[in-house]
């Protein structure tokens, strides 16, 4: 796929580049926790709630004399840690408790969709995490996707 522009869009695009030198973007996406069947204090998880945070990725510009022939996104990486609330039901209890946690994230375990065509060069709206928990009883990501849109 080509994109055309006009001399005047490339001019633009290029001084928006060069305003930001390191291509370097943000946005904010809703974390969405993939937890099935994991225990936690002896007990079930009945939620752990969806957050906000804001995620950091570059975009990277291929230019032709003719203008922009494709952009990519690349670089994504958000924190190490997020807090959320935990629900879970301890063993012999049918009234759940609730209580705050850290979530450790490994951007290393990142896997992308990409959509092209869409006319839109950004990340998508949700990061979905899948947890595990580790050791010594810590919940951390065991896998972290995300939609990419590209030209």
Excluded: C
Excluded at 22 to 47: A, C, Q, S, T, W
Excluded at 71 to 79: L, N, T
Excluded at 89 to 96: A, F, L, R, T
């Amino acid at each position: 796929m080509k994109l055309r522009i006009t001399e005047s869009q490339y001019e633009r695009l290029k001084s928006v580049v060069k305003e930001n030198v390191n291509n370097r973007y943000n946005r904010e996406v809703i974390i969405r926790f993939n937890y099935r069947g994991l225990p936690y204090k002896g007990g079930n998880v009945d939620e752990i709630v969806s957050i906000k945070t804001r995620v950091n990725f570059n975009i990277d510009l291929e230019l032709k004399s003719w203008g922009v022939s494709s952009a990519y996104i690349s670089g994504i990486k958000g924190p190490n840690e997020v807090e959320t609330e935990v629900h879970f039901y301890p063993e012999g209890q049918e009234e759940s408790i609730s209580e705050r946690i850290k979530i450790l994230l490994n951007w290393d375990d990142l896997k992308t969709e990409e959509t092209k065509g869409s006319g839109l060069v950004s990340i998508g709206d949700y990061l979905d995490v899948e947890l595990v928990l580790n050791e010594s009883g810590v919940f951390v990501s065991n896998g972290l996707s995300m939609n990419i849109y590209v030209l």
